[in-house]
């Protein structure tokens, strides 16, 4: 499993859920290992240039089997830019959800009591999405 940043640009995507439009902005993470803070800025707000008036949900995208601080810091960030309501619009994704076997994700956060923290945070909005399984549907899920 590599920590590398993936996205160095936002890309934005148009499709639809329930017949309603939505449209989703992939960003560049805030810990970005490749971008200068500058440019990472720079990004940051071209990404909200794109999604005006404003973003109405948050994807706090964490990826399983991976440790770190970043999804404590980034939480905070959203919350420093966007207001301390901001949690209340955030939704964490887990992604490589296969690779928690047969753990549950409420076993696999209790593990983690920052993790747990930043879920309870977001209202306990979270969904797991399995990356090998290609018809997973999203389904949102709460404590």
């Not at 499709?15 to 803070?37: A, C, M, Q, Y």
């Not at 309501?85 to 983690?112: A, P, W």
Request: aromatic share 8%; charged share 25%.
């Amino acid at each position: 499993m590599s920590a590398q940043s993936v996205t160095r640009e936002c890309k934005m995507q148009i499709g639809s859920f329930n017949k309603r439009r939505v449209d989703v902005i992939d960003t560049p993470g805030l810990f970005h290992t490749e971008l200068t803070e500058e440019g990472l800025k720079k990004e940051i707000q071209r990404c909200l240039n794109m999604s005006m008036p404003g973003p109405h949900v948050f994807l706090l995208v964490i990826r399983i089997g991976l440790r770190n601080i970043e999804e404590k810091n980034t939480m905070k960030w959203i919350q420093r830019f966007f207001g301390d309501d901001s949690s209340m619009y955030t939704i964490v994704l887990f992604t490589h959800g296969d690779l928690l076997q047969r753990k549950t994700i409420k076993e696999f956060c209790q593990e983690n009591k920052e993790l747990q923290s930043i879920i309870n945070q977001c209202g306990c909005r979270y969904h797991v999405f399995n990356n090998k399984e290609k018809n997973d549907l999203i389904r949102f899920r709460s404590c």
